[in-house]
């Protein structure tokens, strides 16, 4: 099975470009920029992972990105993801990035998108993993940030093909955002939203990504199988799920296995992502061969999961038909 897994090409929608931050690279990303780590090596780093919720996991991944400074360090941030989906057979990617996140500490944007911009060429051309950039806007910040935000991206709208929204969901509503993302629909944006598992208020969040938003894909989003309604409009449209089993198992404690073969049941187009990698040390693969020995997922069912992942990509149409 596992060469079964490493062979298929695959496609990766929720991966978080931050989230992908390894502890070597923290390491030496610090030394080079001069940042003093309150651990010794990287496996205190490692050591000191200790998540247990939404909340805990946010709290040490913002630590960790405060050694990405410059042009370069997002290079290669990027660029040792790529390389890694590239071992993974995975051709094609729509990954996240927390511009707000760099800019709140004096990282400008253009710092941000050159060195990641950069990476992709690279990856697309070197590695021949051809990727599409997605700008979440932190939830926990307020709208008129994400509007400035989105104000900046402008002159880089060629850049990227949609944004999403992350970060602590808990009181943060996507009808906070509800204009912002209006502005980015009219400027030819994909939409897509964390509906993050088991959160307070979940289903209202869902029913406001459908109904107001009218999202064209949902991050994570297990909580809709609570509500038929919610899962007819889901099939009815067509409608990406972007699940991600090993950090729910940190989140919630939970694999979410049973949840996706219900999903697939009921034709609601689920797929397997990574989220954050390198903290929750399973990249794709990692995370589809927990499925098979945990849950005994088969071949036939990884199969839907990654063609389901093609098809609810943002790629042109043409362009799918060639993985499918
Ligand atoms: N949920 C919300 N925000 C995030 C996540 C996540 O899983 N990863 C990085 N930012
Ligand atoms: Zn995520």
Redesign the pocket.
Known sequence: MRDFIQALPKAELHV?LE?TLEPEHIFALAQRNGINLEYKRPEDVVAAYDFHD?PSF?KI?YAAMDVLREEEDFYELAWHYFQRAAAQNIVYVEPFF?PQAHTVRGVSFETVINGISRAQRDAAEKLGVTSNLILCFLRDMSAESAAETLAAVEPFLDRIIGVGL??D?KDNPPAKFAEVFARARSLGLKLTM?C?VNQKDILDHLRECLDLIAVDRIDHGINALEDPTLCDAIVERGLGLTICPV?NRFVVQNLTGDEIRQMLAKGMRATINS??PAYFRAYLNENFEALVDEAAFTEAEILQLVRNAFTVSWLPEAAKTAYL
């Open positions: 978080h989230g939404l946010l991944y927390d992350d970060s969901e964390h993050d950090s989220d954050d």
